[in-house]
């Protein structure tokens, strides 16, 4: 019976494993699409980010109340894998808490602290679905997640309940099969698991001691298949920061957050321009046949992989957009949505290579108009709130700025009041329209 249960686990594993390595592949491929750019400077400094704001959770404790229901989720979710590696090596191997003997009273330690880990988790679980489904607070409620990612939040929540479910459904019936001396493997007396020496007896004392072999296998086979839907579900689900935040966080921008780049390009140019000893012939012809270069973006392809990689990161939680001056004052920009809009293309344009043998066959659409309109982009003021407020160091302003650029430079399409601003620069020096000699005229009013 162990040797087909073993059997059946490995298969298992081994389809699950495989599912989410190619999904895994998919995503590595979508983010490469972006443009290259250079994120592997200043090492010591990138993680020392990684460190505090993924590891640490230092930017989710500005609001203290989900900082700690989220920090409960969180160290619940990484302490649980120590379980699951024993559920790993029984499944595999056909034991039965197979750390147990070696490690003693600190095998009944991190068990305890794992259930009470597990109750703080349940608790956090329930005020997430509260706080989302009966408070309706207005940042979990916006328009831009209407259907699928209220589903998906919601869906992931439960998920999680039913997790630590089969945890404690696991442990309980174990503790009451060792006090009766009745395991279906060799040992007895009580765990004394903290949660469960209690839990159990309360919930299965009274079963018969077939019903309770039962419930243990359904639990410890409901925590496994949890655990494998869970890894396949990542890839249509906003949880992927539960990953990627790692490596977002890590590669993020570390200039100050009023830093702009310049396009190479342009820059190159304008020195040109101002050099008088530059030879405008010097420099090497362009190649013919090459493709121009296009300022900005219009489409996830001109967007650079870091881009893309913090659309995958997003965890939808809304602080940028709630903390957004122009979403506050009724502007249609939703800094959130930006986010959302770039990972449902980019997820589109990888169904298309997928569909075309490896080959972007062009759909007629794109992320600018067909996804974020121009009236979004320019509602933002480019305060960086968003970027501060982003708990894995997300920038929607970056995405937005590049569109602009895209506006601005291929379109000629920057609103009036900024064509009349800029017009007035090149004749006037001066935003204003006003001829600049006559911007000193106010020294003669004393």
Known sequence: MNYLSSILFLVILAVGGGFFA?????????????????????????????????????KMFTRPI???????LYAAFIITQIE???????????????FKPGLGGFYTFLISFIEILSVLALTATVIFLARRNLLKLPRLNKAELLGWPKKDANLILIMEIILVCCIFTMNGTDEVLYNMGKS?????????????????????GGMSEGALHILERI???????????????????????IILAFPNTYFADLNPLGQFDNLESVTNEVKLMLDPNADPFAAPAPDADAAPSKFGASDVQDLNWVQLLNAYTCTECGRCTSSCPANQTGKKLSPRKIMMDTRDRLVEVGDNIDKNN???????????????????LWACTSCNACVEECPVNISPLSIIMDMRRYLVMEQSAAPQSLNAMMTNIENNSAPWQYNQLDRLNWKDEQ
Request: proline share 2%; hydrophobic share 45%; net charge positive.
């Open 22 to 58: 190619k999904n895994v592949k998919k995503i590595i491929r979508n983010i490469k699409l972006g443009k290259d750019v250079n994120r592997f400077d200043r090492s010591s400094e990138r993680w020392s980010n990684m460190a505090l704001v993924a590891l640490g959770q230092k």
């Open 66 to 72: 989900p900082a700690v229901l989220h920090f409960a």
């Open 84 to 98: 699951l590696l024993e559920i790993l090596v029984d499944g595999i191997f056909g034991t039965h808490r197979f």
């Open 184 to 204: 279906h493997f060799e040992g007895q007396g009580s765990f004394g698991f903290t949660v469960s020496q209690h839990v159990g007896p309360a919930l299965f």
């Open 219 to 241: 639990g410890w086979w409901g925590h496994f298949m949890m655990v494998m839907a869970f890894l396949n579900y990542l890839y249509y689900s906003k949880h992927l920061h």
């Open 358 to 376: 490896g080959v972007f066959v062009p759909d007629g659409k794109s992320l600018l108009n067909d996804y974020i309109t121009q009236e979004e």
